[in-house]
């Protein structure tokens, strides 16, 4: 019986204009009406993804969980600090910043624990792609010592040719992500977070804690930093505008795109049939 959904928000959970389908809240209650959590679980920052849920009816994430920063945290809703949380030394990321500074034509974000996202040589299109779900906090210079003390969590490279990352991270220094877990995101984004940590192991550990057998959750995404999680749930839903890498270990491709709302599919085809 499946007692647990978990979705990637942009491009999955969020249609393209970045707001929630009719369709996946009228899903979503139905769900929640049949003792099923939903679980939102994304590559950014808890209050990030709670600002994106804001006009959700409070019955959706009512006494339910969200899994942030790639499985790097999660929180209880409603309480700011996580329950669990990963970092990252400040040494790593510096050494990766350092990097983006020699490479001179990629952003960066970088994420604090506390949910503050920083952002360097961040163009006008990325700025326009993040308005209305993420804020950033811009910077300058060559030099990130103002976060030497304030705990990090992940950071990630910015350049809107996802070819041209995939050629970057392939040449790059292995020893700059050695012992980091790395992904790829939204066509634009190459990830690093902690080693182990991804947005499998959040759904496993979360699972856990609630004493949900891991075969008793779905999971739901669109990119390759959803792939961990669609391999460890018991179901692996795509939608229909995911990229070639996740459809391909999916369990079930949906027809819905993320502008149609695809948990009203999953809802049909999974949680239903369990209840007539």
């Not at 959590?37 to 994106?52: C, E, H, K, T």
Request: hydrophobic share 40%; charged share 20%.
């Amino acid at each position: 019986m499946y007692q647990l959904v978990a979705t990637d928000m942009d491009e999955t959970f969020l249609g393209f204009d970045h707001t929630v389908p009719q369709a996946n809240i009228d899903a979503i209650l139905r769900m929640r009406e049949l003792g099923v959590l939903f679980v939102p679980a994304s590559g950014r920052a808890y209050g990030s993804i709670m600002n994106s849920l804001r006009d959700l009816p409070p019955a959706c994430l009512e006494g339910s969980y969200v899994i942030s920063y790639n499985g790097g945290c999660i929180n209880r809703v409603g309480e700011d600090t996580p329950i669990i949380s990963n970092r990252m030394p400040f040494e790593v990321v510096d050494r990766l910043f350092q990097h983006a500074v020699f490479l001179g034509d990629i952003g960066m974000h970088i994420y604090t624990q506390a949910g503050d996202i920083w952002g360097w040589n961040i163009t006008q299109s990325e700025l326009d792609y993040l308005a209305g779900h993420m804020d950033l906090q811009l910077f300058e210079g060559d030099s990130i010592e103002f976060l030497r003390d304030v705990p990090l969590s992940k950071c990630l490279y910015v350049y809107e040719n996802l070819d041209l990352l995939h050629e970057l991270a392939l040449t790059m220094d292995p020893s700059l992500t050695e012992g980091l877990s790395t992904t790829f995101s939204s066509g634009r984004y190459y990830e690093f977070n902690p080693g182990g940590v991804d947005k499998g192991s959040g759904l496993r550990e979360l699972a856990a804690r609630l004493g949900i057998d891991i075969a008793d959750t779905i999971a739901c995404g669109d990119s390759a930093n959803d792939m961990a999680m669609l391999e460890a749930a018991g179901v692996g839903v795509v939608v229909s505008n995911a990229s070639a890498d996740a459809m391909a270990i999916a369990d079930y491709r949906a027809r819905s795109s993320c502008d149609d709302g695809v948990f009203a599919e999953v809802l049909e085809r999974f949680i239903e049939p369990q209840h007539a």
